[in-house]
């Protein structure tokens, strides 16, 4: 609103508010107040109502217009009206005493992460009946406050949770949480600032170090006489030190324990400019050998040299072969009989390995790759160590590890695959570390069927956090082939409030997966979930369950298989607060899946869930458009529709079905704003192309796989219904194009 145009309708005054001297101005209606009270209208706190307090919410509108002073009448918006019953209630004299508020704020801390800033209010008293925390921020040296995210208040813990995102790396950010209850005096905002998270990849000033599989630890390790191993490197390490490794393949493993980089001076391990480094821990067996020895059936049997580890877990913890991953049955007695009807398959039994190629025929028409190191690099207790630039291949658990207080490392641009796990991360005291710029991928396992891999706990995801502690950041990587492509996960530790806090996996791109692309199963406080792209994927985004919140899911896109939005799988209760906003996707199979949105709650079993607020989503699917609902739970101005040839989907509420929109809405509330519509998305290859032809028949891998995260296109075409459809969400959305936001992981822009 033009404030000068607003003071020249209402005061005829003809002169722009910039230019009005506020000091000594002369009040048209002042009616003073008594010193010792204070007034609800006396907006500036000088002692009286007047039309200062008027200017004074104008200025603060166009300052800060998610202020929650400048909502003057309460109803929840900033309008014109708040200015009217200002200028009506200081006019009419009907002032409104303050009383003492109802809770008093706490401290205020913030969490920088590289793209993200978590904020954490403590707080006394009870907050409610109106009174609540907002917050607003702006980036270091911009004049106008923003607003910020709805706040989420924790009433049994007395803590308000929000997050800032997406930002930049090396950003400062201004924070002011303002708290408001209209019916007291006012509560001073808590203030500070802080900086997102910096990059540091380059270090000046440390020593440099090359290595090379041609050189030798004797050597002084300059890339004229480089270092032979790694380890060597490692060992010799100091803050700000940079190792560069020369083309050619490194037979090493577990390396970088307990390296005590500086967050100023990291060490680095990186790729020499223009060679590519390769770790593999692989023992080959070639085709042809003659190692191999039938041993019943299909079955064949060589004897490894002894275990070359004797670190955690097996050396021999991965086969692949011509470099496929195989399926590791824990009996010989299985191997043998296959109960579970895999391809290819191995077992070990000390250090005799024996396998089952899967094609009635002897390994020795084959290549094995056997992995000797569970991994590459094993950053356990370590700090502020950089991992760039290398190929990882053929270990025995994963291809980077982080546990045991790793914190400040960063796994950058490196190209991980042939590994039970791509990258795992476990232990609460595991925080501050960054997974990004990876290629992660797994070659053979979608072959292998969902219910074998589910059979057993040999792992298969690309990357695995599990129970790892807070502000590790998995963004801008690639993954494919996997049966999981990114799974946080944490199971039934509801009040561990560190674990998984201010994680971020954003920008992403993950394709061909059997079981879930993002698997964020157990949840986080200020765990954000962002920006990222799913294709092919059985499940597109699983949150089943969030026990501690707020997670926030927004502006992905994504097809799938089975669901779309997976909440809940009736074993754990998920109260997290979790918020949905603007992700699009599509099925690929014609029918039979499940859902859209996978609720469930208030089952027999007893698993509830509750807090979940979908809103702007964009979802077209073959089976159910809502599953097994429950109130608790908020949908709206969300968009469904049924893949083609299919009729209306079905909408599961409170134990109800309802066969149409219109009696879903009427009969539950949910979705008043909400539309059953054909999106019109720009691009939808194989929308409801495949048959389904039972759960655990149709499988990813049964179908052509698809060759990137790039195909198809979510945006809206011109003449989609979902343009300017969508509600406004504070702190989301507020930079939409045109009169309002769309619903959809895309704002349309002509
Ligand atoms: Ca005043
Ligand atoms: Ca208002
Ligand atoms: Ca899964
Ligand atoms: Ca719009």
Redesign the pocket.
């Known amino acids: 609103m033009n404030i000068g145009y607003f003071l020249r309708i209402f005061f005829f005054i003809p002169v722009q508010l910039s230019a009005l001297p506020l000091a000594g101005f002369a009040p048209l209606h002042a009616r003073p107040v008594q010193a010792a009270a204070e007034y609800r209208e006396d907006l500036n706190r000088d002692g009286e109502a007047n039309l200062g307090d008027l200017i004074h919410l104008l200025r603060l509108a166009s300052e800060s217009p998610g202020d929650p002073r400048?909502?003057?009448?309460?109803?929840?918006?900033?309008?014109i009206?708040?200015a009217l019953s200002l200028l009506l209630r200081v006019r009419s004299g009907k002032l409104t005493p303050l009383g003492e508020p109802g809770f008093s704020p706490g401290a205020i801390e913030v969490y920088p992460t590289w793209n993200a800033v978590g904020l954490e209010v403590s707080y006394d008293g009870e907050l409610e009946g109106g009174s609540g925390a907002f917050l607003l921020w702006r980036k270091a040296g911009k004049a106008c406050w923003r607003n910020g995210v709805e706040m989420t208040v924790d009433h049994v813990r007395h803590l308000i949770w929000a997050s800032i995102f997406p930002l930049e790396p090396d950003d400062e950010i201004e924070v002011r949480v303002v708290f408001h209850d209209p019916a007291a005096t006012e509560i001073p905002p808590l203030e500070t600032r802080t900086r997102t998270k910096k990059m540091i990849l380059e270090p000046a000033g440390g020593q440099v170090y090359y290595v090379s599989p041609e050189g030798a630890d004797t050597n002084p390790g300059t890339a004229e006489l480089p270092f032979r191993t790694l380890a060597h490197a490692a060992s010799l390490a100091q803050p700000g030190d940079i190792i560069y490794a020369l083309s050619g393949v490194y037979r090493e493993g577990d390396l970088l324990q307990h390296l005590q980089g500086e967050e100023s001076r990291p060490i680095v391990f990186a790729a020499a400019e223009g060679h590519q480094p390769i770790l593999d821990s692989s023992l080959q067996i070639d085709r042809d050998s003659t190692a191999w020895q039938p041993y019943s059936g299909w079955v064949y049997v060589t004897t490894l040299k002894p275990d070359i580890t004797t670190a955690e877990g097996a050396g021999y913890g991965y086969v692949a072969q011509d470099g496929k991953r195989m399926f590791r049955y824990e009996t010989l007695a299985d191997l043998t009989s296959d109960p579970l009807g895999v391809p290819r398959a191995w077992y070990l039994d000390t250090n005799n390995l024996y396998v089952r190629t899967g094609n009635n025929d002897s390994p020795a028409g084959y290549t094995y790759n056997i992995a000797q190191h569970p991994y590459a690099f094993w950053l356990t207790g370590s700090k502020h160590v950089v991992v760039r630039g290398f190929e990882i291949r053929y270990y025995g658990q994963a291809g980077v590890r982080f546990s045991e207080g790793a914190s400040g490392c960063v796994v950058i641009d490196n190209t991980i695959h042939n590994a039970p796990n791509g990258v795992y991360l476990k232990n609460e005291s595991t925080s501050g570390n960054a997974v990004w710029h990876n290629l992660i991928y797994e070659p053979g396992l979608v072959e292998i069927p969902w219910n074998s891999i589910k059979a057993g706990e040999y792992p298969r995801q690309g990357v695995m956090s599990w129970e790892a502690g807070r502000g590790n950041s998995f963004n801008y990587n690639t993954l494919h082939g996997w049966f999981d492509g990114i799974c946080v996960e944490s199971w039934d530790i509801p009040d561990r409030l560190e674990v998984h806090r201010d994680c971020d996996a954003m920008f992403n791109k993950i394709y061909n997966i059997g079981d879930d692309a993002f698997e964020m199963d157990g949840g986080g406080v200020n765990m954000r979930l962002h920006g990222n792209s799913a294709r092919n994927a059985l499940v597109a985004i699983s949150l089943a369950p969030i026990q501690r919140g707020p997670v926030y899911v927004t502006r992905n896109h994504v097809t799938y298989w089975n669901l779309l939005f997976k909440l809940n799988v009736g074993v754990l209760t998920s109260y997290g607060w979790t918020y949905v906003y603007h992700n699009s996707g599509y099925g690929v199979n014609m029918a039979n899946g499940m859902g859209m949105i996978g609720l469930t709650g208030t089952a027999s079993d007893g698993a509830d869930t509750k807090n979940k607020v979908f809103k702007n989503n964009a979802m077209i699917g073959a089976d159910r458009a809502v599953r097994t609902g429950y109130d608790g739970n908020w949908l709206d101005y969300n968009t469904y529709y049924h893949t083609p040839g299919l009729g209306m989907r079905k909408f599961e509420w409170n134990k109800v079905t309802y066969f149409t929109f219109e009696e879903f809405r009427a009969a539950t509330g949910q979705e008043e704003h909400g539309l059953y519509a054909d999106p019109q998305f720009v691009d939808t290859p194989h929308l409801g192309e495949y048959p389904w032809q039972g759960f655990l028949v149709d499988e990813i891998g049964n179908y052509p796989l698809v060759e990137s995260a790039n195909i198809g296109d979510l945006r809206l075409k011109p003449s989609s219904p979902l343009i300017d459809k969508g509600a406004l969400i504070r702190g989301i959305n507020e930079d939409f194009s045109g009169k309002r936001p769309d619903i959809g992981a895309f704002e349309y822009r002509p």
């Not at 400048?70 to 309008?79: A, E, I, L, M």
């Open positions: 400048v909502d003057f009448n309460s109803d929840g918006r900033y309008s009206t708040d």
